[in-house]
């Protein structure tokens, strides 16, 4: 496949100390669904405005479909963007609003018309052509944004935080008929969000961003499973951090050693931080035996439904949470109660290693 | 109801009612039945006849000062539109140096705290034969001796009306154009439309309300206005509403006077009604 948007370099200066996005390369593949995921000011919006032309990068090139688009304004650039609170033209009806864009394609008054019936009709708010944004609920207005903007078939359609304004229950939602609608379409999505679940269940492809870099640019599962730095492991998902230093073929924390299955290319007692995921730690069974067993003492325990959040604390006082669902033959009052002790375990291959000492 | 409570209704709602009935009203009813009777020298008697109102149709002088009048005030608005909408644009989507902002729209506004009468002078001063805009034009040698065209005539009217009103076009142009959310702008070129079109389709439509209501302001403050005329209008560039306080003053003509000022007082809620109909329907986003 070719790649549709190449970032070359791309750097965006607001003044010699306030750098929004710094030296960013890049390139996303035609039909690809890309999530820039970062913490609000990591630069992810300004790079995305960069693609649609809002604002021009101060150093590097942008190509779309190999051609140098860079200083291209957005009007005659091949990509739509759905804008965060969806800017709908209130002045105009439904089918004018998607209907906007269409008279610059050369397309008639009457085709237009249609083109923007069948795009409602694609989101399913058919029946609403003839009324105003204002009269629309917040799901709807965010589907005529849609619309608006795939019915011009760009190149590539950029969403700059699309779900934000919607209530949790119709984000859900609308998370599963946006992926579902960028099969249909084909079309190249580029989004930014800050959502990290969001990005993890929508997207081909992650861009972590962290103060204007790339973190890290993968799959969502190879994000999850092996993040390159502290920061995305912190960033996508939930991830106990312990202080250690490097110890024959593992690791030694405070707590105790721990086996690691990482290649750890560090010389023996050098400073590392190890982290693992709550839902891979086991609080073991009395009497039962593991591998990297750590023994602790219950602090606090949250239950929220699916399942038990666990607080436990180390020998040396560290705190590390442990998930576990719910088994259905646990009665309220086995859950566990603070105080107890207890031992926790993660396997070696679920360990991650990074070097130095962080501070999360 | 109780009794403290319904004794502070009374006042909170009697008071201004009172105020509009004493001092709008009870004038107006005042004006209406003077319009109806008919002068005797040298005051007038009371009568039921639209004798007054006949003269102000059949004198082409009355007609003719009110069609001036019309055009004046019509082009005061134009000329304060076509000078407010830009500047007021500029202010909102190009100005983005805060500071200078501000010190731009306050040199727009702070006219309005200098006397008016001081701000009518200003043009005479400026426009007159001795004016800093005769001197100019005799030190640039573009003209030998000073001229009397500037002052005294309709473009000295329409120019001093222009600056002393325009602050009133700049005020809801410029917070009609700020309520614009500025994604619309970009929405508009991310659909592909060239800047110009963007400003046809989008910025012009959203900011009617504001020209409507600076168009309102302007023209009606510049059909009432009668110090301008008496200042820098000369017998060319009389409006009606001088014409309405000589009729009060040295032509004793009241029934007259009261008559041209209910006409003006028609035409002014006719302007204000109609303005009023162009911003609801901007509003509510209505064909």
Redesign the interface.
């Given at each position: 496949m070719a790649a549709i948007i190449e970032l070359q370099g791309i750097s965006k200066h607001y003044s010699r100390t306030i750098i929004g996005v710094d030296n960013v390369s890049l390139s996303v593949e035609d039909g690809e669904f890309v999530t820039l995921l970062g913490p609000s000011g990591c630069g992810k919006s300004t790079l995305l405005r960069m693609i649609?032309?809002?604002e021009a990068p101060t150093h590097g090139k942008i190509r779309l479909a190999g051609q140098d688009v860079t200083h291209v304004?957005?009007?005659?650039r091949d990509?739509?963007?759905v804008?965060?609170?969806y800017?709908?033209?209130?002045?105009?009806t439904v089918g004018e609003n998607i209907a906007?864009?269409l008279k610059?394609?050369g397309k008639g008054r009457d085709e237009a018309r249609r083109m923007a019936a069948e795009a409602l009709e694609m989101v399913g708010l058919a029946d609403k052509i003839d009324q105003?944004p204002?009269q629309l609920s917040g799901g709807q207005r965010q589907r005529v944004a849609l619309a608006?903007?795939i019915v011009?078939r760009p190149k590539v359609l950029l969403l700059d935080e699309p779900l934000s304004a919607l209530d949790a229950r119709l984000r859900d939602q609308m998370r599963i008929e946006m992926k579902h609608l960028h099969e249909k379409v084909g079309i190249t999505f580029i989004m930014v969000t800050h959502d990290q679940e969001e990005a993890l269940t929508m997207s081909d492809r992650v861009v972590v961003m962290e103060k204007g870099r790339v973190a890290q640019d993968g799959r969502p599962q190879d994000l999850y499973d092996h993040p390159a730095s502290p920061y995305v492991a912190n960033f996508i998902g939930t991830t106990n951090f312990l202080a250690a230093r490097r110890s024959g073929a593992g690791v030694a924390t405070a707590a105790g050693p721990l086996q690691v299955e990482e290649a750890v290319d560090m010389p023996d007692g050098a400073e590392v931080t190890v982290g693992f995921r709550p839902e891979k730690t086991r609080i073991l069974a009395p009497g039962e035996t593991a591998a990297n067993a750590l023994p602790a003492r219950i602090a606090e325990v949250i239950y929220y439904g699916l399942g038990l959040r666990i607080t436990v604390e180390l020998a040396d006082g560290a705190q590390v949470h442990v998930d576990t669902l719910l088994p259905d033959t646990l009665a309220r009052s086995d859950v566990p109660r603070p105080g107890t002790p207890v031992t926790i375990a993660v396997e070696p291959h679920n360990i991650f290693v990074f070097p130095g000492k962080v501070v999360v | 109801m109780s009794g403290p409570r319904s004794l502070s209704t009374v006042l909170i709602l009697g008071i201004p009612i009172l105020w509009v009935v004493v001092f709008m009203l009870l004038p107006y009813g005042i004006i209406v039945t003077y319009s109806f009777w008919v002068k005797a020298y040298p005051t007038f008697k009371p009568a039921f006849q639209f004798g007054n109102y006949l003269t102000l149709v059949t004198d082409p002088q009355y007609v003719q000062v009110l069609l001036r009048t019309l055009k004046i005030s019509a082009l005061v608005s134009v000329l304060s539109l076509l000078l407010a909408y830009p500047f007021a644009w500029w202010l909102v989507f190009r100005c983005h140096n805060q500071s200078l902002k501000t010190w731009a729209y306050m040199a727009v506004i702070a006219p309005l705290w200098v006397s008016y009468l001081l701000r009518a002078y200003i043009w005479k001063t400026i426009l007159g034969t001795e004016g800093i805009l005769n001197s100019f034009l005799m030190s640039t040698g573009i003209i030998s001796e000073p001229s009397s065209l500037f002052l005294y005539n309709q473009f000295a009217m329409v120019v001093t009306l222009t600056y002393i009103f325009i602050p009133f076009m700049v005020m809801p142009i410029y917070t009609a154009l700020e309520r614009i959310?500025a994604?619309?702008s970009?929405?508009?070129?991310?659909?592909?439309?060239?800047p110009w079109q963007t400003f046809l389709?989008?910025t012009l439509?959203?900011s009617t309300p504001g020209i409507a209501a600076g168009f309102t302001l302007t023209f009606c403050l510049s059909f009432g206005d009668f110090i301008a005329p008496f200042l820098v209008g000369g017998p060319d560039g009389n409006l009606i509403a001088s014409v309405i306080q000589s009729q009060f003053g040295s032509a004793l003509n009241w029934p007259l006077g009261s008559a041209l000022s209910i006409v003006m007082l028609v035409i002014v809620l006719a302007i204000v009604s109609l303005s009023d109909r162009i911003e609801a329907r901007?509003n509510t986003?209505a064909h």
């Open positions: 649609g032309g809002f304004p957005p009007y005659r990509v739509n963007m804008f965060q609170d800017a709908l033209f209130p002045h105009m906007y864009g610059m394609l105003r204002m608006r903007a011009r | 959310p994604n619309l970009e929405a508009s070129s991310d659909l592909g439309m060239a389709k989008v439509p959203l901007a986003g």
